[in-house]
């Protein structure tokens, strides 16, 4: 099925539900030394869970800044 998640965007989504991103600001740079590949990765990912997996994953901004929240 092509809208299976990959192992790194079910590794993210997993980091992302753990992770406090609804209240303090989401860092793509962040996000990216935490997992250790490019932040062009991350976005990539970002993008593919916003589309494959809409129904745990909500993105926003609010007072100048993205926030992630995932569930």
Same mark, same amino acid.
Request: proline share 1%; charged share 30%.
């Given at each position: 099925? +092509?809208? *299976?998640?990959?192992?790194?965007?079910? !590794?993210? &989504? !997993?980091? &992302?539900?753990?992770?406090?991103?609804?209240? $303090?600001?989401? #860092? #793509?740079?962040? %996000? +990216? !030394? @935490?997992?250790?590949?490019? *932040?062009?990765?991350?976005? *990539? +990912?970002? +993008? @593919?869970?916003?589309?494959? @997996?809409?129904?745990?994953? $909500?993105?926003?901004? !609010?007072?100048?800044?993205?926030?992630? %929240? @995932?569930?």
């Amino acid at each position: 099925m +092509a809208d *299976e998640l990959t192992e790194f965007e079910t !590794k993210l &989504l !997993k980091w &992302l539900v753990k992770s406090d991103f609804h209240i $303090q600001p989401w #860092s #793509s740079k962040d %996000a +990216a !030394k @935490a997992f250790k590949v490019k *932040e062009d990765e991350i976005y *990539e +990912a970002v +993008a @593919a869970l916003s589309k494959k @997996a809409a129904d745990q994953i $909500q993105i926003f901004y !609010k007072d100048g800044n993205v926030h992630i %929240a @995932a569930d």
